[in-house]
Nanobody
Framework: QVQLVESGGRLAQAGGSLRLSCAASGRTFSSYSMGWFRQAPGKQREFVAAISWGPGVSYYSDSVKGRFTVSRDNAKNTVYLQMNSLEPEDTAAYYC????????????????WGQGTQVSVSS
């Protein structure tokens, strides 16, 4: 069982930066691939970024590539999402998720989810 708790969401201005954190419980955090997803009001949940277990290879959606960076600290059982050059379109609830094994851009492939943290970007 893995419990995930996100933090760091808040109101930011367009062009600004935020760093989201996702703290995980459990001793086998390093064996999980971690994903970040977001859901805006009235829209479907979408993949944002993921980082694989082990060597920590990262993957991004086209909409955030070059602006967001996902990283993990296995010693702290924490995954991060550094968000730069924020745009109003980035406004959403952001969720982290954990999956045993390889990464996936599909939310249904993830076994554990956090409660989400709200990011709002003003123009």
């Amino acid at each position: 069982q893995v419990q995930l708790v996100e933090s760091g969401g808040r109101l930011a201005q367009a062009g600004g930066s935020l760093r989201l954190s996702c703290a995980a419980s459990g001793r086998t955090f390093s064996s999980y691939s971690m994903g970040w997803f977001r859901q805006a009001p009235g829209k479907q949940r979408e993949f944002v970024a993921a980082i694989s277990w082990g060597p920590g290879v990262s993957y991004y959606s086209d909409s955030v590539k070059g602006r967001f960076t996902v990283s993990r600290d296995n010693a702290k059982n924490t995954v991060y999402l550094q968000m730069n050059s924020l745009e109003p379109e980035d406004t959403a609830a952001y969720y982290c998720a954990a999956r045993s094994g390889s990464w996936s851009p599909h939310g249904l492939d993830y076994d554990y989810w956090g409660q989400g943290t709200q990011v709002s970007v003003s123009s």
